[in-house]
């Protein structure tokens, strides 16, 4: 996948660069803030090829790539000034509700990438020992487990990075009073047992560490307390009286107010979803289970990722009862739901997707690629999935199925199960996952899906065989200017020549930087930039050869013209030569289409695609 392209079609459609005010990713979406939503063309961008879907949620454009957004972002970062994004930028109204998952949202799902990979290493740090690779009581094993137990324990201050760009504050001031809350010696009064004071004010004796809520609301608070100092302090003062005040205002209030407010908080809906899995465990977790895919789709399960963690590193809790164990039930029914179409599809696109997102959801628990690309797009493989997910949801609600570690639950993960006391724990978890997996398979299988045809393959084999029967004279045959591999004209990065707008023909990926005449005939027009050639045939057909897309803007470097307009030409003719790894070091593609643009003169204009030619091997035929 050409992410490039990807990326370019991606700003074109959403209303070019001019209509972004800022963008960023997650794990596998880029995230906009358009300045206005309506230019962006929704059904356009989902038909982008590697593109999975779209969804709006709290002022965002969110544009669903999958796994690799990551390399999406950095080819979309160069096509334009694009800044990072925080939610000071949205203006428009939203409910508290929408707010707070909001504010969850955009400041949890830039940690996740640290949050998943220090769960993995915890997976590892099961599986490891279990297998007799490592002894738990190696050197090895305690750094390893500091790698895996750190991300957690110092998930407050992390959380000011992104905390901070969501409220647009100074990020170091934020950290530096979070930092008090983990800090040895303010622990050390804390686990004294006895009252703390500051400014003769009561501080709660609270444990900070791995706290989430206490450094989101301290990061809201502190946007008031950064207008008030930079509005008291003279400007002659200000870079150092100003950071001073806030830090001296900013820490009573978090020790004293907001920190207490926010752990309590905490503490309480930690302990309501205690007493909810103890009353009608099998409800939540069935309804959990079944609901996720919708959970997701609305940005709803970043509020349940707090209370996890925090109860899993809970001393008088240890566990997740509710979103991970949900998350095995659902993540692992959409793999199989995935499964089950790329061995039923014939159509090789979706099998290729399908197949790849199996995999994705199977062994990482990312289902984005599942869902926006297969089970929510076809939409009974959905159906199939939240069955699938509620039933073992049910199961797992019965039993009592607890997590024990913060990771994307999947099936290189799943060790996360294990009881460390011991018990059955572990096994109603792989129950779970066997149990949603086949369910999610049968079903999938049994409802079907819409499978679409292979437009493409089709589209070869129609025009294959149209061309080879046709009888024409050679008069009417366009030859391969260039060396190169030839697709179809609904590859090229530009509407201009996707939609045949100018005319009918194929495009080239060249390999070798030359372009020969395609006819016998003459050179009608040679652009002065030289990246684009007009010729007319002898019999009339009327040819455009345009080397690279958007390479006028080169000016004529890099290309070197062997002909000029009104030159009388033979088929094979050096027409131009052009540095193709000069050209894309430069920034820009060198697909090439090559037309026939007096359509109109034409019953039809048919193409050999998807074959490697030669210069003057057989390329288009003009059928009158």
């Known amino acids: 996948m050409d992410y490039a392209i990807v990326a370019k079609k991606i700003v074109e459609k959403i209303g070019g660069e001019s209509n972004v005010n800022s963008v960023q990713h997650c794990m596998t979406r880029l995230r906009f803030i358009l300045k206005d939503e309506s230019k962006a063309d929704d059904e356009a961008i989902k038909k982008i090829k590697g593109v999975m879907g779209v969804t709006k949620q709290g002022g965002q454009y969110q544009v669903i790539i999958g796994n690799s957004v990551g390399t999406c972002y950095k080819e979309l970062i160069k ?31 830039a940690t996740m990438p640290a949050i998943v990979g220090a769960g993995m290493i915890k997976v590892l740090l099961v599986i490891l020992p279990m297998i007799g690779i490592l002894s738990e009581s190696s050197q090895t094993y305690s750094i390893l487990s500091a790698l895996g137990d750190a991300t957690f324990y110092f998930l407050p201050l992390i959380l000011c990075i992104s905390a901070s760009k969501k409220f647009n504050i100074n ?16 622990i050390g009064l804390v686990d004294a047992g006895e009252k703390i004071s500051l400014f003769g004010l009561p501080v709660a004796s609270a444990s900070y560490a791995y706290s989430v809520i206490p450094v989101i609301m301290m990061a809201w ?37 907001i920190g207490p407010i926010g752990f309590y908080a905490g503490e309480a809906l930690s302990s309501a979803m205690v007493f909810i899995y103890d009353k009608a465990g099998w ?9 996720m895919p919708l959970l997701v789709m609305t940005g709803m399960h970043w509020a349940f990722v707090p209370l996890s963690i925090m109860n899993i590193n809970n001393p008088n809790v240890g566990f997740d009862t509710l979103l991970l164990v949900g998350m095995l039930s659902s993540n692992l029914a959409q793999g199989a739901s995935c499964l089950a179409v790329f061995l039923k599809s014939k159509n090789k696109d979706l099998k290729q997707l399908s197949g790849a997102a199996a995999v994705s959801a199977f062994l990482a628990g990312v289902t984005e690629p599942a869902m926006y690309g297969v089970t929510l797009k076809y939409k009974k493989p959905l159906y199939a999935c939240m069955i699938a997910g509620g039933i073992s949801g049910l199961y797992a609600g019965f039993v009592g199925l607890k997590c024990y570690v913060f990771a994307t639950p999947a099936l290189l993960s799943i060790v996360q199960f294990i009881n460390p006391a011991g018990g059955s724990n572990f096994v109603n978890a792989l129950i779970v996952a066997g149990m949603t997996m086949a369910i999610a398979f ?7 899906f819409e499978d679409p045809a292979n437009e493409e393959e089709e589209e070869e084999v129609t025009e294959e065989v149209s061309i080879d029967r046709v009888e024409v004279t050679s008069s009417s045959v366009v030859l391969s200017p260039i060396e190169g591999k030839v697709v179809s004209l609904n590859q090229v990065n530009d509407v201009t020549f996707s939609e045949e707008i100018m005319g009918k023909g194929a495009a080239i990926i060249p390999t070798v930087g030359r372009a020969v005449a395609p006819v016998d005939g003459t050179v009608s027009a040679l652009f002065e930039t030289k990246h684009a050639i007009g010729l007319t045939a002898d019999n009339g057909a009327e040819i455009l050869i345009h080397i690279g897309l958007d390479t006028v803007k080169l000016g004529g470097k890099h290309f070197t013209a062997h002909v000029k307009s009104g030159d009388k030409v033979k088929a094979g003719d050096l027409l131009v030569e052009f540095d193709i790894k000069a050209i894309q070091e430069e920034g820009y593609e060198t697909i090439t289409p090559v037309l026939v643009t007096n359509v109109d003169s034409y019953n039809d204009v048919l193409a050999l695609i998807d ?14």
């Open 171 to 186: 990020a170091y001031t934020l950290a530096a009073v979070i930092g008090v809350m983990l800090y040895p010696d303010f």
């Open 79 to 109: 096509l334009g000034n694009f800044k990072e994004g925080s939610s000071n930028e949205v203006k428009e109204k939203k409910g508290v509700i929408n707010s707070i998952l909001d504010v969850v949202s955009g400041c949890m799902s």
């Open 221 to 257: 608070v502190m946007t008031y307390i950064e207008k008030f100092t930079d509005k008291i302090t003279p400007a002659v003062t200000k870079n150092f009286l100003k950071p001073m005040l806030t830090l001296l205002i900013a820490l009573p209030i978090a020790l004293v107010v």
């Open 442 to 448: 049968v079903l999938t299988w049994i409802f079907g």
């Open 611 to 624: 074959k490697d030619v030669k210069e003057k091997d057989e390329l288009i035929k003009a059928v009158k």
């Open 283 to 291: 409800l939540a977790i069935m309804v959990m289970g079944a609901l």
